[in-house]
């Protein structure tokens, strides 16, 4: 083989393991929005349940471009603020229920 024709293949190979990686971080930001939101239920602190729920929002508005409900997706959006803002203050119960919410509004989104 010849120098232009390892690097047209190098050139192959770098190119499907880049398409492959997109698919792989293409898993449906509502999904991961899901994923995070539920995390944020079982977490043990208010801190953590914020945590886990701005990223969940991050998500959630990122899924504002797939198709999704979009009544759905806002209301989780809005419990998702409302779990962040009591997380941060401290009260881990109210951030987890809202946070609940957030995930019965979010699968909701996904159906």
């Known amino acids: 083989m010849n120098k232009k024709t390892i690097i047209l293949y190098a050139s192959i190979l770098i190119m ?20 995070h939101a539920e995390a944020a239920v079982t977490s043990a602190d208010g801190k953590t349940v914020a945590k886990h729920a701005q990223e969940a929002k991050t998500h959630a508005k990122g899924a504002k471009n797939d ?19 009591e997380g941060n203050e401290g009260n881990s119960d109210a951030a987890k229920k809202a946070a609940t919410d957030a995930v019965k509004h979010l699968k909701e989104a996904a159906k």
């Open 16 to 35: 499907a393991l880049f398409s492959f990686g997109a698919v792989a971080a293409g898993q449906n930001h509502l999904d991961q929005a899901i994923q």
């Open 67 to 85: 198709k999704t409900d979009a009544k759905h997706l806002d209301e989780g959006i809005k419990f998702l603020d409302d779990a962040i803002k």
